[in-house]
């Protein structure tokens, strides 16, 4: 079955950096697209960033361009998500999220990673 495993998360200072990975497994995972979304306490799911299956091109939220950089070791099958001069707004879960071919809907979730920005 297919499944996706985020770790990397933790607590970090304002001005901070984490990386956040995923591994996958499952599916052919250089088939496909891939995001990271995330949800702040409180708050709705808000994407963040995509790639696809090549690592080639990624897309960003436009406030997050700058401060985020997603990328993929296709040969480990994992996603990343490196995260620069964090901030409390950034506090949320992050989830690794698999994307359907050509679609744009997401048809399987990783059960997430939280991440704590504070001072």
């Known amino acids: 079955e297919v499944q996706l495993v985020e770790s990397g998360g933790g607590l970090v200072q304002p001005g901070g950096s984490l990386t956040l990975s995923c591994a996958a497994s499952?599916?052919?995972?250089?088939?496909?697209?891939m995001n990271w979304v995330r949800q702040a306490p409180g708050k709705g799911l808000e994407w963040v960033s995509g790639?696809?299956?090549?690592?080639?091109?990624?897309t960003y939220e436009e406030s997050l361009k700058g401060r985020f950089t997603i990328s993929r070791d296709n040969a480990k099958n994992t996603l990343y998500l490196q995260m620069n001069s964090l901030k409390p707004d950034d506090t949320a879960v992050y989830y690794c999220?698999?994307?359907?071919?050509?679609?744009?809907?997401?048809?399987?979730w990783g059960q997430g990673t939280q991440v704590t920005v504070s001072s």
């Open positions: 790639i696809n299956w090549s690592g080639s091109r990624q």
């Open positions: 499952g599916f052919t995972f250089d088939d496909y697209t």
């Open positions: 999220v698999k994307e359907l071919h050509h679609t744009g809907e997401y048809d399987y």
